[in-house]
């Protein structure tokens, strides 16, 4: 089983694009989307839900208003101002808290209890690609990074059970601790990123970030035609940092036909847009899986 990550540094690279093209060519796989603040590869994959999970992480105090005896030490002791006086008893902000549990431990009657919080669902669905395991976490809520480490396991857990070859991640954008969560134990990140300057600079930390956990990586330069000389220092650098170069992909107004048609790229036109996407796989596929080429 070969574990890949597509991730990008930044957003608005083509990564999801990208990624459900791999979805259509690659065979006998489990997806997972990884962007689990803004997730978007379900509306290129047509999934169908089998299964929804309750997503739980951290506690949330709560005090119980009829066996309160409203002595306040509770209040005294939060330090993030989270339990407010209402009327006979205290109340806890749910907003404010943050399930440190002090007020809890505290409490000369016991009457406060740490309830665990529903950040979000996660879900197993089937799609014309295969099994597709993917979440939404709640408004306002925390713990990405678990909800990533979460989904990934059961994706793993179910490509070990249907033996599988592949689990093709959908990584979130930027370097933060989902991408970690994305980024961890796989066998090869693919970065996508675009000939700008702010594409090159995201693309070199993402490059540190995977090179410090010893992931290989390859590169995809996505609408490489519309900035060349950009394109050049990228692939420079990539070369510098001892990253293979997947492909170059040109830039196309049809990319916007396939997204209304909400369906995968490649099974939209057979352009030259499709023939770098499966060039592209076609290195991904027979990439090594194995230590990174530099030392960190």
């Known amino acids: 089983m070969k574990q890949i990550v597509v991730i990008s540094g930044k957003g608005g690279t083509g990564k999801t694009i990208f990624t459900a093209s791999l979805a259509s060519l690659a065979k006998n796989k489990v997806m997972v989307d990884c962007d689990v603040d803004a997730a978007d590869l379900h509306l290129l994959l047509s999934p169908r839900v089998v299964e929804t999970h309750e997503f739980r992480s951290g506690k949330t105090a709560w005090i119980d208003p009829d066996t309160c005896i409203a002595c306040g030490e509770c209040a005294e002791v939060c330090r993030f101002d989270a339990i407010r006086r209402a009327d006979d008893h205290f109340v806890v902000d749910p907003l404010a808290c943050e399930g440190c549990g002090l007020c809890a431990r505290i409490c000369p009657v016991e009457v406060v209890a740490m309830r665990e919080n529903i950040c979000g669902q996660w879900y197993l669905s089937d799609t014309p690609y295969g099994p597709f395991v993917h979440a939404r976490l709640?408004?306002?809520?925390?713990?990405?990074?678990?909800?990533?480490?979460?989904?990934?396991?059961k994706a793993k857990e179910l490509a070990e059970t249907r033996r599988l070859d592949y689990v093709i991640i959908d990584?979130?954008?930027?370097?933060?601790?989902?991408?970690?969560?994305?980024?961890?134990?796989?066998?090869?990140?693919?970065?996508?990123?675009?000939p700008t300057l702010s594409g090159i600079h995201d693309a070199r930390r993402v490059m540190e970030l995977a090179r410090h956990f010893?992931?290989?990586?390859?590169?995809?330069?996505?609408?490489?035609?519309?900035?060349?000389?950009?394109?050049r220092e990228i692939e420079d650098l990539c070369a510098r940092e001892g990253?293979?170069?997947?492909?170059?992909?040109?830039?196309?107004?049809r990319v916007a036909e396939s997204l209304i048609r909400a369906v995968p790229y490649v099974e939209t036109a057979d352009d030259e847009v499709s023939?770098?996407?499966?060039?592209?796989?076609?290195?991904?596929?027979?990439?090594?899986?194995?230590?990174?080429?530099?030392?960190?």
């Not at 930027?174 to 675009?194: H, M, Q, R, W, Y």
């Not at 990253?243 to 107004?253: C, D, Q």
């Open 138 to 153: 709640g408004i306002a809520q925390e713990n990405s990074g678990k909800l990533v480490a979460c989904i990934r396991q």
């Open 171 to 194: 990584g979130p954008p930027g370097i933060g601790c989902p991408v970690l969560a994305s980024l961890t134990d796989t066998n090869l990140a693919v970065i996508v990123t675009e």
């Open 214 to 231: 010893r992931i290989p990586a390859g590169l995809v330069i996505n609408k490489w035609d519309i900035n060349p000389e950009r394109s």
């Open 243 to 253: 990253v293979h170069l997947l492909g170059r992909i040109p830039f196309s107004k």
């Open 275 to 296: 023939a770098a996407i499966r060039a592209a796989w076609d290195k991904i596929d027979s990439e090594p899986a194995g230590q990174n080429r530099r030392a960190p």
